[in-house]
């Protein structure tokens, strides 16, 4: 079975632009988070989407948003880059079965630079 | 609130030692609990998890952890440690009735020749 996929890997923006990462998770895997990973402030959820609705919500602006496809695949947009939205974006998908031991599976992130 | 604490930024461990990565976890009620690791510009990797039952779980790659709930932690082991496992180890918690997991600042594992 296919790991979760992200694309791009790598992307460089300048501050002021808007950026779209997109996330396939496993096949079968209807819940898609995403999380921000930063050396000074590690791993932070960012959101989590099923059934194409937001479910949970972590402390992110509003220049933060996603989206989820009927299909379960996701983007994820940040408007207004800023230099401290520097960081890799995870995406994490799992199956959604009502257990809530669900694990979650990461994808090999998006390494965002913002100049 | 839910929490995790790994103590150690860095272990260092001489090949064929044993190793042991620490991680200790606040939460309401009885956890979920789980380690993962990362390679360089990789995402993480699950290792295994805690829900319930046996208080040692044994997981991918010969790493094992035990959960002890009156002191709670969730410590990561291996007995005989490999030069690959050098890597970033994240520990992470979930409550019951949580879908958002916790992880901790994460471990950089160094395992010597």
């Known amino acids: 079975k296919a790991g979760v996929t992200q694309t791009p890997r790598y992307l460089i923006k300048t501050r002021g632009q808007q950026v779209t990462l997109s996330c396939s998770p496993i096949?079968?895997?209807?819940?898609v988070s995403w999380y921000q990973q930063t050396p000074g402030q590690g791993l932070q959820f960012l959101f989590e989407?099923?059934?194409?609705?937001?479910?949970n919500k972590g402390n992110f602006p509003g220049r933060f948003s996603g989206r989820q496809f009927s299909n379960s695949r996701s983007e994820m947009n940040v408007s207004t880059l800023e230099l401290g939205d520097s960081a890799l974006y995870l995406c994490?998908?799992?199956?959604?079965?009502?257990?809530?031991?669900?694990?979650?599976?990461f994808g090999p992130g998006t390494r965002l630079t913002v100049l | 609130a839910q929490s995790v604490a790994q103590p150690e930024d860095q272990v260092n461990v001489a090949e064929g030692n044993p190793l042991t990565v620490k991680c200790t976890y606040s939460?309401?009620?009885?956890?979920?609990l789980f380690w993962y690791v990362q390679y360089p510009n990789r995402g993480l990797q699950f290792l295994l998890k805690?829900?319930?039952?046996?208080?040692l779980v044994k997981g991918s790659y010969g790493f094992e952890a035990e959960f002890n709930k009156s002191q709670t932690s969730f410590h990561l082991k291996k007995p005989s440690a490999l030069v690959s496992d050098s890597a970033l180890y994240f520990c992470?918690?979930?409550?019951?009735?949580?879908?958002?997991?916790?992880f901790g600042r994460g471990t950089s594992l160094i395992v010597h020749p």
């Open positions: 994490a998908s799992r199956a959604w079965n009502g257990g809530l031991s669900d694990t979650q599976y």
């Open positions: 096949s079968g895997h209807r819940s």
């Open positions: 989407y099923f059934s194409e609705t937001q479910r």
């Open positions: 939460v309401s009620g009885n956890p979920y």
């Open positions: 805690y829900i319930t039952g046996d208080n």
């Open positions: 992470a918690v979930r409550a019951r009735g949580s879908y958002i997991p916790t």
